[in-house]
């Protein structure tokens, strides 16, 4: 590509600086070149540590709703407030950390990276993302300053369209930040099309590529619906338009139908990314090829097309018709087998592999059982008559929470392991990451497994009394919420105790194959010195570490600052059809 | 955008980042059709709601359509239609390096914007005058049917939202005429117009919905 005359590009193997002096964290110093920065790791650093403070105040906010259940009436705060704080408990998680989390911070760090290109297509458009976000965020904490949200995260209307809180501020701020996610999709899908380095094909992009290939594609065919029927709400609340409101001739269930066609779809959005996580993992820590390469990325888009068609699971008891009911009930089995393939290929992957159980594997391990469990509840919610049993009870909860942290979460959190060291280039303590990985593990299912129990036995969600038969099992769940929280604050410490103690991390510690390995850690501003070659598959882990380090040779690649290294060593590959860049 | 990539003459508007400028194109493009994606998934939500209530009330919506001035939305639709023609000229004019033509066509397509802007006001002022407001100030008597402020509500979204996205059309199109006046596009470099004229075609097409839908069928 850099040279379209030939049929023939030079490349030649380049050594791997270990830890170089000037890297993208300290090639500019001060705040104004971070905050204007175009590098799209700065930007994916400045959304990791957004994330994680979103996730703090989501998680204090859930510890408090746990805290207060303590006892079947009032424990330390009063009705309204706790429908105050689970409305903030959701709106903080879904669209402040959980829809962000994986693509916008750890994607944006490593998708140019894996793709072998210096950024990505659009590096200013990433930029304002990441300020749309903050102006989003902005929205909600004003909302939160002037009398809060009590609607729940789903502002379904009526109830939205009459209660005094601060609706319209809030919405608005779901309404910008949906234009973040819009952004970042449609980045990401021009730089997956257009930016690959020569002999990056689509049969050698690693899978948590293909899974953010997927997900921006839902990003950016939901996101604008809920952009619309948010700002139709807002025009409710605002000049009473009555499309959505029964009081002046609107329809509720109407609402229903837009908001779950983006919230449906979105939960794919936080998902699957995850599963990209995964495959990463689940190859690298078994030092073999993936199991059904084909059938892992494939899968990704079978789940993205076939959860748009499934919304309206989420309104078997609000009124729609029976045969839409029936439909959606047998389409909604249908995303159980593109997922079920992704499960048994990774397992099937696991099989003779030379499994290394560090961290980033465990939570592997961990996310196999946890989203395991989450999967086939959901199957049985999808079903008609158990559905009707257990709407809106805490079931549901349980459902929801084993997929979105038991899978989302502890997927994330093992991709931030497994790239905590090419992000700031240090170890974290082995010993105390596991630790805390078996006590979220343990605090997880403590918290969450007698909720399954609870919502069979019929308590229904987001109520702030319980009758008091339910009351050991809601304490069981609330001791096991104390754990969740010691159990990150362990994750805190000693993740930042690595950033000023840890050991300098080397560029490839867990002998991954994929392109992000073959940079220095942390990477320089660029990525790489020179224009990567790719010549075998991304998890090719039989093949010699070599010949996934070759690069364009010569100066006219682009790169020309880079002059010979020593002893490397230079071939000829045919082109051709090979460069698959455009 | 900062070049510090250190390679020997890149073009100026080649961004570090880019291989050529085919890629850079191509990227962009790409970009923008993605966009428009989601620019009809916006209109979507609202087409829906206009499909919902229609099946529901048909009578409502023959009745309302009546109320709507014909002959005003046929005169936008095509100042519209001959604005697209222009900024394909402004395009072409650029692919030929003819700088003169490309402020022509540029300033045409604006004169036409405007022109629609000016209709859409006056048709607005008519209807605010007769009380035919979206439905929570709604006082329009003309029409027996309860629903009748719901359909302005639909008429308003529409229109409104479709009204902004000509207004943005107009700023970017303004943008355009300063850079274009300044010579930066010219045959090696025509990204910004291309996209910019693939915009205004959507802006354009959506209008080309709206105006049968909302005006003409009964």
């Known amino acids: 590509m850099a040279d379209s005359g030939s049929r023939t590009l030079r490349i ?3 050594p791997i600086e270990e830890n170089p002096p000037k890297n993208y964290l300290n090639h500019e110093r001060g705040l104004m070149s971070w905050l204007f920065t175009l590098d799209h790791k700065r930007i994916g650093l400045m959304y990791l540590a957004s994330i994680v403070i979103a996730f703090f105040l989501g998680g204090m906010l859930a510890v408090g709703l746990r805290t207060e259940l303590w006892t079947p009436a009032g424990t330390f705060i009063d009705a309204d407030t706790y429908n105050h704080i ?3 408990h959701g709106v903080i998680m879904v669209f402040l950390f959980i829809i962000p989390s994986i693509p916008a911070a750890l994607g944006n760090i490593f998708l140019p990276i894996m793709l072998g290109a210096k950024d990505v297509a659009f590096p200013r458009l990433n930029l304002a993302s990441f300020w749309v976000y903050s102006l989003g965020a902005v929205f909600a904490l004003y909302s939160i300053a002037h009398g809060g949200v009590d609607t729940g995260w789903t502002f379904y ?12 501020s809030m919405t608005l701020g779901a309404f910008i930040m949906g234009f973040s996610s819009i952004m970042t999709g449609v980045n990401f899908i021009a730089t997956i099309h257009k930016m690959r380095s020569p002999g990056m094909s689509w049969g050698r992009m690693p899978l948590f590529l293909w899974s953010l290939y997927a997900t921006s594609i839902i990003q950016v065919l939901a996101t604008p619906v809920l952009g619309i029927t948010l700002l139709l709400l807002v025009m409710e609340r605002a000049l009473g338009i009555g499309i959505f409101d029964p009081a002046l001739g609107g329809d509720p269930v109407l609402y229903q139908h837009f908001f779950w066609f983006y919230s449906h779809p979105a939960v794919y959005i936080m998902i699957v990314p995850a599963f990209g996580i995964i495959s990463e993992l689940i190859t690298t820590f078994s030092r073999k090829v993936i199991f059904g390469y084909w059938a892992i990325a494939l899968s990704s888009l079978a789940i993205a097309f076939i959860g748009f ?5 989420h309104m078997f008891v609000s009124g729609q018709s029976e045969l839409s009911s029936v439909v959606f009930s047998f389409l909604t089995f249908f995303v159980g087998i593109p997922t079920g393939i992704k499960v048994l290929n990774w397992v099937t992957t696991l099989y003779r592999g030379s499994i290394s159980l560090k961290t980033p594997m465990l939570y592997a391990m961990i996310f196999l059982i946890l ?3 989450g999967g086939v509840t959901g199957i049985m919610l999808g079903a008609l008559s158990v559905n009707v ?6 079931y549901v909860v349980a459902h929801f929470h084993y997929v979105m942290m038991g899978g989302t979460v502890f997927a994330f959190l093992g991709g931030l ?3 905590w060291p090419k992000i700031f280039g240090k170890m974290y303590n082995e010993f105390w990451a596991k630790v805390s990985a078996v006590i979220l593990f343990i605090a997880f299912n403590v918290t969450f497994l007698p909720q399954f129990v609870m919502g069979s036995q019929g308590m229904p969600r987001r109520y702030f009394n319980y009758i008091e038969e339910f009351q050991v099992m809601h304490q069981i769940s609330t001791v096991g919420s104390w754990m969740l929280g010691v159990g990150f604050i362990i994750m805190a410490i000693y993740l930042v105790h690595s950033l000023y103690k840890g050991e300098k991390a080397p560029s490839n510690p867990w002998g991954g194959r994929t392109l992000e390995w073959m940079t220095a850690s942390p990477p320089i501003h660029h990525n790489f010195e020179h224009t990567p070659v790719i010549i075998h598959g991304p998890y090719d882990h039989h093949k010699p570490i070599r010949e996934f380090r070759l ?3 010569g100066s006219d690649n682009g790169h020309g600052h880079h002059t010979n290294g020593d002893g490397a060593h230079t071939e000829e590959v045919e082109s051709g059809d090979q460069t698959g860049s455009r | 955008m900062a070049n510090n990539s250190g390679a020997a003459e890149k073009e100026a508007h080649l961004a570090h980042h880019f291989v050529d400028s085919e890629q850079q194109f191509e990227a962009s493009k790409l970009g923008m059709w993605v966009f428009l994606v989601t620019e009809i998934l916006f209109f979507g939500g609202l087409f829906v709601a206009y499909i919902v209530y229609r099946s529901w009330h048909p009578d409502l919506f023959e009745q309302a359509a009546m109320t709507l001035d014909t002959t005003l939305g046929a005169v936008n639709t095509g100042v519209l239609i001959v604005s697209s023609l222009t900024i394909v000229l402004a395009v072409r004019a650029a692919q030929i390096n003819d700088q003169r033509q490309q402020l022509i066509m540029l300033g045409s397509t604006i004169a036409l914007a405007i022109t629609f802007m000016v209709v859409k006001y006056f048709e607005y002022a008519s209807k605010f005058e007769a009380g035919m407001l979206p439905a929570g100030l709604y006082t329009y008597e003309g029409i027996e049917h309860e629903l009748a402020p719901v359909f302005y509500s639909i008429y308003y979204m529409l229109t409104g939202l479709h009204g902004i996205h000509v207004i943005i059309g107009i700023g970017l199109i303004s943008w355009l005429m300063v850079n274009a006046a300044k010579g930066t596009y010219h045959s090696g470099y025509f990204t910004p117009i291309e996209i910019v004229a693939l915009y205004w075609h959507l802006v354009d097409i959506i209008w080309i919905f709206l105006f049968p839908l909302l005006y003409l069928i009964e």
């Open chain 1, 86 to 88: 689970f409305t903030l």
């Open chain 1, 12 to 14: 030649r193997e380049f």
């Open chain 1, 157 to 168: 209307t009526p109830y939205s369209t009459e209660t005094g809180s601060a609706v319209i």
């Open chain 1, 371 to 373: 989203f395991t469990i």
């Open chain 1, 417 to 419: 392991h497994y790239w």
């Open chain 1, 551 to 553: 690069g364009i040779a």
């Open chain 1, 309 to 313: 068609l499934v919304w309206g699971h």
């Open chain 1, 389 to 394: 049993h257990l709407h809106d009870t805490y």
